[in-house]
C-alpha cells in the first residue's frame, strides 16, 4: 500500500498522560499536515511540514502538543499532559508541492482515534 | 475572514434517490473547491476539483458544481448506494495560501 499510512489507528490513555503519533506519508510527498477532528466537525488545521521544516502551527497547537518530521520524511505528533478535550480523530495528510500554488491534492491517512479517560 | 458553510448538516434519503449538498464560502482570493468523501473512521478522500474557470466537473455518479461569481458549489449525487452513506467535506483553497479551509460536512444516510 503506497497511501499515507498512521499507527496507531487506536490509542486510549489516561489523563495526563503522554501519546505520540506517527504519520508515514506518500514517500515522494515533500509536504505533511497534521489535522485534528472531532466528531461532526470538519478537520482543523495543526501544524504542518515542508521536508523537515515546520512551516506553521496553529493556534490550536498548545505548548502541550509538538510536531516532528526529523528526516524530512516520515512525522510524529506527540501531547503531553492529556486532557480529555484532546480527545479526537488526528490525521495526517501529504502532498507533493511544486510551487507556490495550492492545488495540489493532500492524501489523507486513516487516522489515529485518540481516547482520553 | 475565510470560511466554508454546508448545509445541510445531515441528509436521510432512500437507496436509488438523487440528492444535492451545498457548499457556501468567502475565501478569497480564491484557488480552487474541493469535495471529499470522509466514511466513518477513515480520512477524506477527494471526488472532484474545481478552479475558478471550472462550472461542473463528474466524477461517476457524483457531479459537482461551482458558482465563482456567488461562491456557491454543490455536490449532486444519482441513483444513490448504500455505499455512498459517509460524511462529504467542501474544501476550499485560497491562491497564495498553503492551507485549505473544511467545512463542517454533511452526513448523508442512504436507507435500504
Known amino acids: 500500500d503506497t497511501g499515507v499510512s498512521q499507527n496507531p489507528r487506536h490509542k486510549i490513555t489516561k489523563r495526563g498522560q503522554n501519546v505520540t503519533f506517527r504519520c508515514d506519508p506518500i514517500s515522494e510527498h515533500n509536504r505533511l499536515y497534521w489535522y485534528r477532528q472531532t466528531l461532526g466537525q470538519g478537520p482543523e488545521f495543526l501544524t504542518y511540514?515542508?521536508?523537515?521544516?515546520?512551516?506553521?502551527k496553529s493556534r490550536l497547537l498548545s505548548d502541550r502538543f509538538s510536531a516532528e518530521r526529523p528526516k524530512g520524511s516520515f512525522s510524529t505528533l506527540e501531547i503531553q499532559r492529556t486532557e480529555q478535550g484532546d480527545s479526537a480523530m488526528y490525521l495526517c495528510?501529504?502532498?507533493?508541492?511544486?510551487?507556490?500554488?495550492?492545488?495540489?491534492?493532500?492524501?489523507f491517512g486513516p487516522g489515529t482515534r485518540l481516547t482520553v479517560l | 475572514k475565510n470560511q466554508v458553510e454546508q448545509s445541510p448538516q445531515s441528509l436521510i434519503i432512500l437507496e436509488g434517490k438523487n440528492c444535492t449538498l451545498q457548499?457556501?464560502?468567502?475565501?478569497?482570493?480564491?484557488?480552487?473547491l474541493r469535495w471529499y468523501k470522509q466514511d466513518t473512521g477513515r480520512g477524506p478522500v477527494s471526488l472532484t476539483i474545481m478552479t475558478f474557470s471550472e462550472n461542473t466537473k463528474s466524477n461517476g455518479r457524483y457531479t459537482a458544481t461551482l458558482d465563482a461569481d456567488t461562491k456557491q458549489s454543490s455536490l449532486h449525487i444519482t441513483a444513490s448506494q448504500l455505499s455512498d452513506s459517509a460524511s462529504y467535506i467542501c474544501?476550499?483553497?485560497?491562491?497564495?495560501?498553503?492551507?485549505?479551509?473544511f467545512g463542517k460536512g454533511t452526513r448523508l444516510h442512504i436507507l435500504p
Open positions: 511540514f515542508q521536508n523537515e521544516a515546520q512551516l506553521e
Open positions: 474544501v476550499v483553497s485560497a491562491r497564495g495560501d498553503d492551507k485549505i479551509i
Open positions: 457548499c457556501n464560502y468567502t475565501v478569497s482570493p480564491f484557488s480552487n
Open positions: 495528510a501529504s502532498s507533493f508541492q511544486t510551487g507556490p500554488s495550492s492545488y495540489n491534492e493532500q492524501f
